[in-house]
């Protein structure tokens, strides 16, 4: 008879928590979370095949520790004068924030977040040893920064996480908000700008406000824009001190060589990879304007995806839409759903699904 969970010496400090998991299910249509459901272009994936097959010549040597290449590529990619020593990455954006945690966060630290938020947020902070506060938002799920640095000044965070646009909810999150808030904290501020490149183009990124702020991140994914979530490749920018920081606790050679050049190979495409931005916020919109006609809530959203309200039933109308083969988000926000924009047939496929639902009541 195997061992249960309950049987093993956990710390007390994970006993009765659950791991992160979205459902996954073999479904035509998966718009549950926020993939870009896109294929990498032809020409891009085969580059990106020619660079690992190089790679593999010396896959018996360790790789380049500090990924010196492709901290280069992320730095041309970003502009704004960023130099190589200013970028870090890791195997997601979730490794790149645990990162951060483990150098500020820890035992007898906390780490602060406006929820709902980002589900990962309190679990990788937890997970660090640190205890994690919940601030909280509008009714709408927007900030201002009186409210925002007020909170902050409060709790007194050691990090803090500012999501912009903000996951679950699409919410954007303005400049103001990030400089009024690094004023009230004595922590480090990260601003997790996994979806900003499906923000309005004249939007301004939170990297604008990086001089003279030494304790200021901006973190970023491969996952969405690029299409790159199996890859699993994160990145952030910051003053060269805080990159020397997280080096005192990453893993050696944390990135593998197939990584670093399959992530560089991507890069140098950069523009085709983006390309279908412009498709997926076109479907994005399409999600809101039809959802709306239907009758529920849409919330604005500069993300890839459509937090939605009115929603009498979620489990039912979850429930629903899996069995007309499409898989969407319960969030665990009450009366709401989110869903993915896809492909215009996917987006197709889910919305007239969500009509055979019928209307929101």
Request: hydrophobic share 45%; aromatic share 8%; with cysteine.
């Amino acid at each position: 008879m195997s061992a249960r969970l309950e049987d093993l010496p956990l710390r007390a400090d994970l006993v009765g928590q659950t791991p992160y998991g979205a459902p996954q299910a073999p479904l035509p249509v998966a718009l549950n979370v926020n993939e870009n459901t896109h294929p990498v272009p032809q020409e891009v994936a085969d580059d990106i095949l020619d660079s690992i097959a190089l790679a593999l010549r010396d896959v018996n040597r360790y790789p380049d520790r500090e990924f010196t290449t492709l901290r280069e590529g992320f730095a041309d990619y970003l502009g704004h004068g960023l130099t190589r020593d200013q970028i870090w990455a890791a195997n997601g954006s979730n490794e790149v924030l645990q990162h951060l945690l483990q150098a500020f966060a820890g035992p007898g630290r906390s780490a602060f977040g406006f929820s709902p938020t980002y589900s990962m947020y309190p679990l990788l902070t937890r997970g660090t040893g640190a205890t994690w506060v919940a601030g909280t938002r509008a009714a709408d799920f927007s900030l201002t920064p009186e409210d925002a640095a007020s909170q902050v000044d409060e709790a007194a965070p050691d990090v803090v996480f500012l999501c912009s646009p903000n996951n679950p909810t699409g919410t954007p999150l303005g400049l103001d908000v990030v400089e009024a808030v690094y004023e009230a904290s004595r922590g480090i501020v990260i601003v997790d700008e996994a979806y900003h490149e499906f923000a309005p183009h004249d939007e301004r990124s939170a990297l604008t406000l990086l001089p003279g702020r030494e304790r200021l991140v901006v973190s970023r994914t491969m996952s969405k824009a690029f299409a790159f979530a199996g890859a699993r490749v994160g990145y952030l920018a910051a003053d060269p001190a805080l990159i020397d920081a997280l080096r005192l606790v990453r893993l050696p050679y944390h990135l593998s060589a197939l990584t670093q050049a399959a992530a560089t190979a991507a890069l140098r495409h950069a523009p085709v990879m983006l390309r279908m931005v412009d498709e997926i916020v076109a479907q994005r919109d399409r999600i809101s304007a039809t959802v709306e006609a239907l009758g529920y809530t849409p919330h604005e959203s500069w993300s890839n995806f459509v937090l939605f309200g009115g929603v009498a039933d979620p489990a039912r109308t979850w429930r629903a839409l899996y069995d007309a083969g499409v898989l969407i988000r319960d969030v665990g926000i009450p009366h709401h759903l989110r869903v993915t924009a896809g492909t215009e047939d996917e987006t197709t496929a889910f919305l007239d699904a969500l009509a055979s639902v019928g209307s929101a009541t």
